[in-house]
């Protein structure tokens, strides 16, 4: 499975990106149900910044923001699904110990690092534009006084000249 497909199953919850069980039961080629079994008799390895449970409200809202999780997947679960961060997904390598799973959990952690170079591009990006955005707004002010001073000069040309066209009273050669 290529990293592309594996990065539309990351999610952001609680501030932290996260997949849900189903897809990794799904990239491991496991039941949900004994993905869930084997967490559980390990659950000391999975503590609640690995792996958490998902309300039930956070699980409506998940599916009601994404399509994809309409397609069948934990649709009539009795439980809400866990959401496991990158370091829960290799702690799940010593839980599922099959080559499969290994090679799968290779693969995750490579869309993860993928994920995180492309949220740094994007911050990057963001500094750039409001460097920009600053630029711009400064070049805006300096224009700004540019204009006025090119209007004060062509106010002060218009006395000139109106002064040079008046009648003039007094002594003249």
Do not use: C, W
């Amino acid at each position: 499975m290529d990293a592309i497909h594996i990065q539309h199953k990351i999610h952001t919850l609680r501030e932290q990106k996260v997949m849900l069980d189903f897809d990794l039961a799904l990239l491991y080629g496991v039941q949900t149900k004994r993905l869930k079994e084997s967490v559980r008799r390990n659950i000391e390895r999975f503590p609640p910044d690995f792996m958490f449970e998902l309300s039930q409200q956070e699980y409506h809202s998940l599916r009601t923001q994404f399509a994809s999780l309409e397609n069948g997947k934990g649709k009539h679960s009795k439980y809400p699904p866990f959401a496991f961060t990158e370091q829960g997904i290799a702690m799940l390598s010593g839980v599922l110990s099959s080559e499969h799973a290994i090679q799968m959990n290779i693969a995750i952690m490579r869309a993860f690092i993928a994920v995180r170079k492309m949220m740094m591009q994007y911050s990057e990006l963001a500094a750039e534009v409001e460097l920009i955005r600053t630029s711009v707004s400064n070049h805006g002010e300096q224009l700004g006084l540019i204009y006025e001073a090119i209007e004060n000069i062509l106010d002060e040309q218009a006395e000139y000249k109106a002064l040079q066209n008046r009648n003039r009273i007094g002594f003249m050669k």
